[in-house]
């Protein structure tokens, strides 16, 4: 038997691929055609759309579909210099904003020559949370937008939302949040100018992201001209099955959300309980008042790719943000960010139907598999 | 105060997480003041991390000269035995 610890990439919810079955029939043609098999498509486009807008408390030609999170990311990243150039060309993201963010706004500024854009960098302090005192000073500085995640992907910290939005607010600033975090299981924020989020998270199919953009947002098309999908903001057309499905995901979710955060929040807290008590040599990076599903935690003398494969021998699907887990050889950027260790990384996100069977099971190999690398690498006595 | 008995570690070309390892075990072999010598750019990260969790100093961080090629010499300080 497997147990899966790393939701990012899914399991489907049972709505999710019920809907998806449902709309390869009814709703497979281009929602733009003007005949009936069309217009039927269009109608479970929209539907998905206003299921969206609902959850994110939003208008509903607000929402456009995209083909992941990073992508949305991007666009809004881009969209937001594009709209704002004549105010400013620099722009400011925290630094533990998604990989896909980041990328971005380099990207923006360097294709931006010696204009003297600048990409605006807000630290994190130990705990992961920005400063807003800090985040005021450059706020300031008027950058074409700020970029500041609802929470994180891997920590699962929860910034102040509202101190973020009553500071850049008064000044005028458009504020782009990353929701992909808080959605499955959390409140939405509020009172951002762009919206992005990669259904995966909220139990949805991969290759569906949402781009939400606030009526008179000053974000264009940075594909301009372009053609009219996607309320003329995402071009191509879209799968109006995973679009559909990723709706229908999401309200599913957000229906019985708080009795489930209660329950993640339970098993995340005793993970971190267990690994701190049992385990030496731990940092434990996520803590009880962040996303109810999601542990990051680090330790000494392992190597978090020996770690994570040691687990998935052992029937545990789980992540792990180690530099010699990942194709590139970086640490993870966020926890370097928060000067915390990143080597022996394991990154947990709880699925939606993650049981108390399964954390047990998971609990009652962690340590001997960290010791068993331990042992690999001759640092049992340390 | 009694003199500090110092330790070279030369973990360059080796990854993460051996040079924190090797640190580690110099430390735990009764060295107090070590330098460490590693390539590996998590080292950066790990190194400081490694002495905030174990109560010890990360003194200083100096880009190895040219001739030595290239790295960085962590000078540690051991000021606390982690129990064995």
């Known amino acids: 038997m497997r147990t899966l610890l790393d939701a990012e990439s899914g399991p489907w919810h049972p709505v999710a691929r019920a809907t998806f079955e449902a709309t390869v029939d009814a709703g497979w043609a281009n929602p733009r055609a003007r005949y009936a098999e069309g217009r039927r498509a269009a109608e479970i486009l929209n539907l998905a759309r206003e299921q969206v807008a609902d959850v994110l408390g939003c208008r509903t030609d607000e929402v456009s579909f995209d083909s992941s999170g990073a992508a949305a990311s991007r666009r809004a990243v881009a969209g937001l210099a594009i709209g704002r150039r004549r105010v400013s060309r620099s722009v400011a993201t925290s630094s533990v904003e998604h990989s896909s963010i980041l990328q971005a706004a380099v990207g923006v500024i360097s294709a931006g020559g010696d204009s003297g854009a600048t990409h605006l960098s807000i630290d994190v302090d130990a705990d992961g949370l920005i400063d807003l005192t800090k985040l005021a000073f450059i706020a300031g500085a008027e950058p074409a937008f700020v970029a500041i995640q609802a929470a994180n992907q891997e920590t699962g910290v929860i910034q102040d939302w509202q101190g973020i939005s009553a500071t850049l607010e008064p000044v005028g600033v458009p504020w782009f949040v990353d929701a992909t975090s808080v959605l499955a299981h959390g409140e939405p924020p509020q009172k951002w100018s762009v919206l992005t989020a990669d259904a995966p998270a909220w139990a949805g199919p991969s290759g569906v992201g949402i781009l939400a953009v606030r009526t008179g947002a000053r974000w264009r098309n940075p594909d301009y001209p372009s053609d009219a999908f996607e309320l003329g903001r995402v071009p191509g057309m879209p799968s109006v099955p995973a679009i559909a499905a990723a709706g229908a995901a999401l309200v599913a979710m957000r229906d019985d959300r708080i009795e489930r955060a209660k329950t993640l929040a339970g098993f995340s807290a005793h993970i971190r309980k267990v690994a701190s008590e049992q385990i030496p040599h731990v940092q434990i990076h996520s803590t009880d008042v962040g996303c109810p599903h999601i542990t990051s935690m680090s330790f000494l003398y392992v190597s978090g790719e020996a770690l994570a494969s040691q687990l998935d021998v052992r029937g545990f699907a789980v992540a792990s943000g180690s530099a010699c887990a990942n194709e590139l050889h970086t640490p993870s950027h966020v926890l370097a960010a928060m000067g915390h260790l990143t080597e022996g990384n394991l990154r947990i996100t709880l699925p939606w139907n993650t049981t108390a069977e399964g954390v047990d099971a998971f609990l009652a190999q962690l340590p001997s598999a960290v010791h068993s690398v331990r042992e690999q690498f001759g640092a049992i006595d340390l | ?84």
Request: proline letters at 8%; one cysteine or more; glycine letters at 6%.
């Open chain 2, 1 to 84: 105060m009694s003199e500090l008995l110092p330790a070279l570690v030369d973990e360059r070309g080796s990854k993460c997480p051996v040079p924190v390892i090797a640190l580690a075990k110099a430390a735990a072999a009764g060295s107090s003041l070590i330098d460490l010598l590693a390539d590996d750019p998590v080292a950066d990260i790990d190194v400081a991390a490694w002495c905030l969790m174990t109560g010890n100093t990360l003194e200083s961080r100096t880009p190895l000269p040219d001739e030595q090629g290239s790295g960085v010499r962590y000078r540690v300080i051991i000021s606390a035995h982690t129990p064995r």
